[in-house]
């Protein structure tokens, strides 16, 4: 099998962008603006590994409240309920709900560890030159970057209940500290999956049967 090499290995790029193919060997430089949109184009993403830990970390963090803190706040009557991600998902279950419950678990609750787990090893995979079968770490790559849009789902249900309860005058709802923490996890693991550079993968990889 004749052995396959990467593009940095052979001095070409492309654009993140527009996905124009650059020829660095010609510039004699390892950041130029792309000439067709203009955009940044470097070999690899610059700082990856460690912006892709930071926001890891903080979504981590940021986990914590987002599942103990209520994310939203009902009041009617002049009574107030206040509903935790696991405890809106209970009632779901309680009520009969078995398959919105499973879509607000799955979307709410595995994603987001999900997507933190996959990333955190795709980059100590990275650190440490692990050549385990990259094929799989690739699409691995490419399932979390899939399925980050569906942990919304809880924010775009308490934004419609808003917005639908606001019509009533004897009820109101509003977002609660677990929700804004809940948005910014998703928002930090998306940032964390686009800081990963998956090319790094294949970099200190040798494309021989043994390796494969």
């Not at 052995?3 to 962008?17: D, F, P, R, Y």
């Not at 460690?50 to 939203?72: E, K, Q, T």
């Not at 706040?73 to 696991?86: G, M, N, P, V, Y």
Request: aromatic residues 12%; contains cysteine.
């Amino acid at each position: 099998m004749s052995e396959l090499q990467t593009g940095k290995a052979i001095g070409v790029t492309s654009c993140l962008v527009c996905h124009l193919i650059i020829d660095m060997n010609s510039v004699g430089v390892e950041t130029v603006h792309c000439p067709r949109c203009h955009n940044e184009v470097s070999f690899r993403k610059k700082y990856s590994i460690g912006r892709c830990w930071a926001y890891l970390s903080a979504a981590f963090i940021l986990y914590i409240p987002a599942n103990i803190f209520p994310i939203m706040t009902l009041t009617s009557f002049a009574r107030q309920s206040k509903e935790t991600i696991l405890s809106g998902i209970i009632q779901l279950f309680h009520t009969g709900q078995w398959g919105i419950g499973i879509v607000v678990f799955i979307a709410s609750v595995f994603v987001p560890i999900f997507k933190i787990a996959a990333l955190a090893f795709l980059t100590l995979s990275v650190q440490f030159d692990w050549q385990w079968n990259p094929f799989f770490r690739s699409r691995l790559y490419r399932f979390v970057e899939w399925i980050g849009r569906w942990s919304m789902i809880d924010i775009f249900m308490i934004s419609i209940l808003v917005t639908i309860v606001s019509l009533k005058e004897l009820a109101s709802i509003e977002p609660g500290v677990g929700a804004m923490a809940f948005a910014a996890v998703v928002v930090l693991t998306m940032l964390a999956s686009r800081a990963f550079d998956p090319r790094l993968i294949w970099d200190k990889l040798h494309r021989n049967p043994d390796h494969v």
